[in-house]
């Protein structure tokens, strides 16, 4: 039997991330470890494991999805760049990896790490605050259902 999908099943299985919403692609979340300040991923809608295995439509929402989120955090952390990091061969749910990276923060200039040895944890009215500010920018504070998104 396979292992249980963090994305598809009970969030108890995701105690490492903050959901902030449904958006067109997929799922956000927020990371809980905030070593990159805005660390986000985003789960595709649908259990895949490869970016090949969406359809056209599903990309393009997915992709629509990450600019989106990115351009969330950068309004409202102003981070000096982004990274972005998809897996194909560690995980059995495609999801892409937003990480905000600062000039003067760890790492700059190089690959950051997914699994800190010493991750910064937030107090939990840090990540509400963080999750809400990320709501208000990508429209999800007045659309319990999450988007209404045009995608080109």
Same mark, same amino acid.
């Not at 760890?106 to 690959?111: L, Q």
């Given at each position: 039997m396979a292992d249980p999908c963090k994305f598809c099943e009970d969030a108890s299985l995701r105690p490492d991330m903050v959901e902030v919403?449904?958006?067109? #692609?997929?799922?956000?979340?927020?990371?809980?470890? @905030?070593?990159?300040?805005?660390?986000?991923?985003?789960?595709?809608?649908?259990?895949?494991?490869k970016v090949t295995d969406l359809s056209f439509q599903e990309?393009?929402?997915?992709?629509d999805s990450v600019y989106?989120?990115? @351009?969330?955090?950068?309004?409202l952390l102003h981070p000096d760049k982004i990274n972005y990091l998809i897996f194909g061969d560690t995980g059995a749910h495609l999801h892409i990896h937003i990480v905000p990276k600062y000039r003067d923060g760890k790492d700059w200039g190089k690959v950051f790490l997914t699994d800190e040895p010493t991750p910064v944890l937030?107090?939990?009215?840090?990540?509400?605050?963080?999750?809400? #500010?990320?709501?208000?920018?990508? #429209?999800?504070?007045?659309n319990q259902e999450g988007f209404s998104w045009a995608i080109f």
């Amino acid at each position: 039997m396979a292992d249980p999908c963090k994305f598809c099943e009970d969030a108890s299985l995701r105690p490492d991330m903050v959901e902030v919403g449904p958006v067109p #692609g997929g799922v956000l979340y927020l990371h809980r470890d @905030q070593t990159h300040s805005g660390r986000l991923l985003l789960a595709s809608r649908r259990h895949v494991k490869k970016v090949t295995d969406l359809s056209f439509q599903e990309y393009r929402e997915l992709m629509d999805s990450v600019y989106r989120a990115a @351009q969330a955090v950068t309004d409202l952390l102003h981070p000096d760049k982004i990274n972005y990091l998809i897996f194909g061969d560690t995980g059995a749910h495609l999801h892409i990896h937003i990480v905000p990276k600062y000039r003067d923060g760890k790492d700059w200039g190089k690959v950051f790490l997914t699994d800190e040895p010493t991750p910064v944890l937030l107090p939990d009215a840090e990540y509400l605050s963080l999750r809400a #500010g990320l709501r208000r920018r990508l #429209g999800l504070e007045s659309n319990q259902e999450g988007f209404s998104w045009a995608i080109f």
